[in-house]
């Protein structure tokens, strides 16, 4: 257990909202990481923070926004939300090399 | 990017029998981990394996990283019905930083 939990579990909002999951990690570690879900897919990397304040670009990105203003903390934004971003959204932290899963947030955008 | 090739997609096998899926990459890998993922959760680490040639077992589930580092293997032994979900492997590259590379995922059934 590393840890994490995800907030909110559940979200259904409309298209052109904002958006903010947070992910929440009681154990002090460094980097942390948002992943999306999506059938066909697998999980595929948006973004990730390796320190306060220090995020950096996944793969799919474009469309969202990161904050990490304290440790424990790392925010994921839609800044409006498309229904292409229906998703299951995963964070995840990484401990001694490897990467432990939050729960995750069901996002559906109508 | 960086891409995982897992095989098979999916499997039904009857209770009692052995599985086994793997992982190709066109890269050399530093790591390989293998993951669970039940419906509705996020994936649990099975097994992580950190050196080429390495075989680790986790009770009835046993996993190699490959000689030529750009492989991996799992196999689960006797199968019963809670072993049904989504298995994924995943690793890190050289060069590759702290970001993962996932395969998309081995979907088991497993009929009682």
């Known amino acids: 257990d590393a840890g994490i939990t995800q907030s909110p579990r559940h979200k259904v909002t409309e298209t052109g909202t904002p958006v903010t999951l947070r992910c929440h990690q009681t154990?002090?570690?460094?980097?942390m990481y948002w992943y999306r879900q999506d059938p066909g897919h697998g999980l595929r990397l948006i973004h990730y923070?390796?320190?306060?304040?220090?995020?950096d670009k996944g793969e799919v990105s474009d469309g969202y926004s990161v904050s990490r203003s304290k440790t424990e903390d790392f925010l994921l934004t839609l800044e409006s939300a498309t229904s292409s971003q229906t998703s299951v959204y995963f964070c995840?932290?990484?401990?001694?090399?490897?990467?432990?899963f939050g729960p995750g947030t069901r996002l559906t955008v109508l | 990017g960086q891409q995982l090739n897992q095989s098979p997609q999916s499997m039904f096998i009857q209770e009692g029998e052995d599985v086994s899926m793997n992982c190709t990459s066109s890269?050399?890998?530093?790591?390989w981990l293998w993951y669970k993922q039940d419906p509705g959760e996020g994936p649990v680490l099975l097994i992580a394996?950190?050196?080429?040639?390495e075989l680790t077992s986790n009770g009835r589930l046993t996993a190699q990283f490959g000689i030529t580092r750009k492989d991996s293997f799992l196999n689960i032994s006797a199968s019963i019905p809670s072993d049904v979900g989504i298995y994924f492997c995943?690793?890190?590259?050289?060069?590759?930083?702290?970001?993962?590379?996932f395969g998309k995922g081995t979907k088991l059934t497993v009929n009682p």
């Open positions: 890269s050399i890998f530093n790591t």
């Open positions: 394996l950190y050196k080429a040639g």
């Open positions: 923070s390796y320190g306060v304040k220090d995020t």
């Open positions: 154990e002090n570690h460094r980097y």
């Open positions: 995840a932290v990484t401990m001694a090399d490897t990467q432990y």
């Open positions: 995943a690793g890190h590259y050289t060069g590759g930083s702290e970001k993962l590379v």
